[in-house]
């Protein structure tokens, strides 16, 4: 079946790293993704991995894939207030070229 | 301006009445997606549409329809609104080019049923 599982809080302290960790279940996933929500709006994209790559660098960001054991992480260097937000994982889902989201991830960060 | 608009923003309503939430883009994408967003159940899809004439349901599509009146305008109507489909809606908007099929995310609506 189709599910993208990450776990609901993190609360980290300003300036030291966020790990963000995510399963998936569909093992052709072509792309996996991370998509950013700051409060009242909609999702935007913030990276996303190609699923013959095991790591993808871009600035403050780094994402790992580990597909033998189907697990995705987004790492935040730095983390900053401006990171505050809801971080989704995602999956595009071979079979019908749609994407499968989890439930979220709420970041918050303390000072 | 934004290039994937939803209307209204914010709407409360009572359960047994029929509600339209519009959604409109000036992106020139063909593919067009609705989803509802609840606490601790992320995004789940209810409908999608890859071009005008192309139609398909999503996980939960029960008590939703939708119109694809055109490529830029695709509108989702609860037929008769009960509680639990209180949530907060999305549209969103893809080009179906892009090999990684990134999807372009309206501000959502958000729906009250009393």
């Known amino acids: 079946g189709e599910d993208v599982e990450q776990s609901l809080f993190l609360s980290v302290r300003e300036g030291d790293s966020s790990v963000i960790n995510c399963t998936y279940t569909d093992s052709s996933s072509t792309y996996l993704y991370w998509y950013k929500q700051e409060p009242g709006a909609g999702l935007q994209l913030l990276t996303y991995?190609?699923?013959?790559?095991d790591m993808k660098q871009d600035q403050r960001l780094t994402v790992l894939l580990n597909k033998k054991d189907k697990h995705l992480s987004l790492r935040i260097a730095d983390t900053q207030t401006g990171d505050s937000a809801i971080y989704f994982c995602?999956?595009?889902?071979?079979?019908?070229?749609?994407?499968?989201f989890g439930s979220g991830t709420r970041l918050s960060i303390r000072p | 301006d934004a290039d994937v608009t939803q209307t209204p923003r914010n709407r409360i309503t009572k359960t047994g009445k029929r509600i339209m939430l519009e959604c409109s883009q000036t992106?020139?994408?063909?593919?067009m997606y609705w989803y509802r967003q609840d606490p601790g159940l992320g995004l789940r899809l209810i409908y999608y549409?890859?071009?005008?004439?192309?139609?398909n349901k999503g996980e939960i599509s029960d008590g939703y329809s939708v119109s694809r009146q055109a490529q830029a305008k695709f509108s989702l109507s609860l037929e008769s609104a009960i509680p639990n489909q209180t949530a907060l809606y999305f549209c969103?908007?893809?080009?179906?080019?892009?090999?990684?099929?990134?999807?372009?995310f309206g501000p959502g609506t958000r729906l009250t049923v009393l």
């Open positions: 992106k020139g994408h063909d593919r």
């Open positions: 991995i190609f699923s013959n790559m």
């Open positions: 969103a908007t893809s080009d179906g080019e892009t090999s990684y099929n990134e999807q372009f």
């Open positions: 995602a999956e595009l889902y071979s079979s019908a070229s749609k994407i499968i």
């Open positions: 549409s890859f071009d005008v004439k192309d139609i």
